[in-house]
């Protein structure tokens, strides 16, 4: 069998001169991007290796780089060559609510050999993604995300100094190949989610990437993972801090902790300025293990030019007129017996297993019929998010960027970043702040996406 240690460190020279690969979607003459599902081959383990049958975009995985600057149309043909229905959901965009992509919720699933224009304008520049947003379980498991960047008017890295890093970590079975077998695992679905033995960035184990030395770069890096909490010490390569999930701070931040935890979805911006070669390592385990090599080469002399961030514009809560809402997270392994509903039925003996529904919010597993809470447009609401679970889960909010105002038993101060994703561990509170300024429904989830399936959902409604 192939294990995490024997995978990941047994095999990391080999792969490492694999080169990081340029993602880049264009336009189609019409001026629509194309963008097509389907099932595709592609070597994760070692170039000489068997391949994987995979689920992809236009035959990749990650799929093609969408790029647009702040304030264009984004008009997506996606067409659905699957052997199931699909959506895709455009991660972290403030966008109408109707080209969301979440299959149930704001739209019908695309069936297969049939197409859906999603058609919005890009509001905010940053990092961002895409990915499927039914079955997500199943189908981003299987390699259905890409990177969807926005950039500002006049961007402050040129195309050759910002660098897009979707890392993933995938589960191979003893030939090195995907273990598509493994997918839906009641084990996974009720304990930490869906952990892979093998990592890739832009799906290339370890790669090798050249810099400029004393010359400013923007790494964009993006969790792609089902379920796997990244760890990182962007201190130790004298990086700072950008952004978080596509949203700028107001000047590059040093970090006065570590590790920085990367939850699934979750996004960080970094700025580094390098004159010797050095590793992205993930340091949770007891060993750190290099993610990518740097090589950095030349005679540069360090820029005299300080990077200027232009965050983008997000209301402020009101924290005086918010209203208030109370979310009890319960269920999965170890968390003892729950009474939930789902479907308007209180689930019983062996109805736990065949409906495979083992976490609840509220006391209700996946999507109610009645919404979590109904708002008017331009409201401030604060969501308080208990968690009463014995795993972390990284909860994330469609259609909205918040504050993060409270966090039990934390001491980092959180009050500048905007994000859409945050992480709460066991038995953990956290309490966020919005304006709810986006009408239609939304969705509010876990995305460790077996806990969504397994009945971490729930929605809002904004009038």
């Known amino acids: 069998m192939i294990s995490r240690r024997n995978v990941l460190f047994g095999f990391a020279g080999a792969a490492a001169a694999a080169q990081l690969p340029t993602l880049a979607l264009a336009k189609v003459d019409d001026g629509y991007f194309e963008l097509i599902a389907g099932p595709s081959k592609q070597k994760l383990y ?6 994987s049958d995979l689920w992809t975009y236009n035959g ?7 790029r647009v600057k702040k304030g264009e149309r984004v008009q997506v043909k996606f067409t659905n060559n699957l052997e199931e229905p699909t959506s895709v959901h455009w991660h972290g965009i403030r966008i109408e609510n109707a080209m969301d992509g979440v299959s149930g919720l704001t739209q019908e699933p695309v069936q297969p050999g049939d197409s859906f224009v999603y058609d919005f304008v890009a509001p905010d520049a940053g990092t961002y993604w895409y990915h499927a947003h039914n079955k997500s379980w199943n189908q981003v498991a299987r390699g259905l995300y890409g990177p969807l960047i926005i950039d500002d008017v006049e961007p402050a890295f040129d195309a050759a100094h910002d660098l897009t890093l979707m890392i993933d970590d995938w589960r191979l079975a003893g030939e090195g190949t995907l273990d598509a077998a493994s997918l839906g695992s009641l084990m996974d679905w009720s304990h930490g989610g869906r952990l892979g033995n093998w990592l890739t960035v832009n799906g290339k184990a370890v790669p090798k990437i050249r810099l400029n030395r004393n010359e400013n770069y923007r790494l964009r890096i993006i969790n792609a993972a089902n379920a796997r909490v990244f760890e990182i010490d962007p201190n130790s390569f004298n990086a700072k801090v950008l952004g978080y999930d596509g949203q700028l701070l107001s000047e590059p931040q040093t970090l ?8 699934p979805a979750q996004r960080v911006d970094l700025l580094i300025i390098s004159d010797n070669d050095f590793t992205l390592d993930e340091i949770s385990g007891d060993d750190p293990f290099s993610m990518i090599e740097f090589e950095v080469s030349g005679d540069g002399i360090p820029s005299p030019n300080q990077i200027k961030l232009v965050p983008n514009s997000i209301p402020v ?25 789902y479907n308007g039925k209180i689930l019983e003996g062996e109805a736990f297993r065949t409906t495979k529904q083992a976490w609840a919010f509220n006391g209700v597993a996946n999507l109610a019929e009645d919404p979590f809470f109904d708002v008017a447009a331009g409201e401030t609401v604060i969501i308080e998010t208990i968690n009463n679970t014995g795993w972390v889960h ?5 259609g909205h960027h918040f504050k993060i105002l409270d966090r039990s038993g934390a001491e980092i101060d959180e009050g500048e970043m905007w994000r859409d994703t945050f992480l709460i561990g066991p038995e953990q509170t956290t309490q966020i702040a919005f304006v709810a300024d986006n009408k239609g429904k939304w969705l509010y989830h876990c995305h460790m996406l077996e806990h969504a399936a397994a009945g971490m959902n729930t929605w809002f409604n904004i009038s």
Request: hydrophobic letters at 40%; proline letters at 10%.
């Open 46 to 51: 070692r170039p000489d290796g068997a391949e």
């Open 60 to 66: 990749s995985a990650p799929g093609p780089e969408i």
């Open 256 to 263: 006065n902790y570590s590790p920085l935890m990367l939850g």
């Open 317 to 341: 809560p009101d924290l005086q007129n918010a209203k208030k809402f109370t979310l009890n997270m319960a269920g999965g392994a170890m968390g003892g017996f729950v009474e939930m509903v």
């Open 394 to 398: 990284a909860m994330h909010v469609h």
